[in-house]
């Protein structure tokens, strides 16, 4: 990726943050990315499980540091639109290591990473983000850093303190140079706005069951919706659902019933 290119990717995808809400139908390697591109994605992110799983590792920061490198590079190559790479917890346990890591996704043609707290101390998520945003400002590269916390996930706070908890760590976030906040699975409608009206970071939420549609969404107060794995983790129930049966029988009438063309398809990985 060109300076230029990734300076004008940069700028692109934190406009995106401020015209409603941007919709995120995460990739999980070169060729998903590109079909979401096709349709019409405003930018493309990716699913740190779908990629772990695309290189047959597990989700949870066991992906080797060289193959994350290299699915960003790989997605970059064949898009225009901006990409931002989910980076789990940065891929190392010290902030120096962190910084490192983002550097290296920042060199690949990442426009924003997303960095979480997981199951660890708030401090240590504050300092991995001002090490990125240090590491950045060296490269000249301004990207968006989205501090996700796993309060909802992990039943971080008492039932009923899930809000104040967010929101206590989403200023900690923010003061440690945190552009975005996720939040994943947080589902109700008044605690979406809650959080959303107490803090001046955009809000990021995930796809999940129960939650209120884009238009609701927008009208709460967030920014930004991710699919998260589903997509990926669909497309492998499809596979098991079509191999199953061939393997069995060896019917081929099935594995295309609803393919997608294969001369669409190849003309979308054609070098751009």
Not at 23 to 38: F, H, K, M, P
Not at 79 to 105: C, K, M, N, Q, S
Not at 149 to 162: F, I, N, S, W
Not at 195 to 206: D, E, K, Q
Request: net charge neutral; hydrophobic share 45%; with cysteine.
């Amino acid at each position: 990726m060109t300076a230029s290119r990734q300076a004008a990717a940069l700028q692109q995808f934190r406009q995106l943050h401020r015209d409603g809400l941007l919709l995120l139908a995460n990739a999980w390697d070169a060729g998903s990315a590109r079909v979401i591109e096709s349709l019409g994605a405003k930018a493309v992110a990716t699913t740190s499980a779908g990629v772990a799983w695309a290189h047959g590792y597990p989700d949870g920061d066991a992906l080797p540091l060289d193959l994350l490198v290299a699915s960003t590079a790989g997605i970059a190559r064949i898009i225009r639109v901006p990409l931002t790479v989910d980076a789990e917890g940065g891929y190392a346990a010290d902030p120096a290591g962190v910084g490192e890591a983002v550097a290296r996704l920042i060199g690949a043609g990442a426009a924003g990473i997303n960095i979480e707290d997981g199951a660890g101390s708030p401090d240590l998520l504050c300092a991995k983000i001002e090490q990125i945003k240090r590491v950045a400002a060296r490269s000249g590269a301004d990207v968006f850093v989205n501090a996700r916390t796993d309060v909802y996930l992990r039943g971080l706070a008492p039932k009923g303190g899930e809000v104040a908890e967010v929101l206590g760590r989403a200023e900690r976030y923010r003061a440690a140079g945190a552009d975005g906040l996720f939040a994943p699975g947080v589902t109700q409608a008044e605690e979406i706005k809650a959080i959303a009206a107490g803090t001046p970071l955009p809000l990021n939420v995930m796809s999940r069951p129960g939650l209120p549609g884009a238009a609701e969404l927008a009208g709460l107060g967030v920014r930004r919706l991710s699919a998260g794995s589903g997509l990926s983790q669909t497309v492998y129930a499809r596979i098991a659902a079509l191999a199953k049966p061939f393997l069995q029988d060896g019917v081929s009438g099935p594995l295309v019933a609803e393919a997608m063309p294969y001369p669409e398809l190849n003309a979308l990985m054609a070098e751009r």
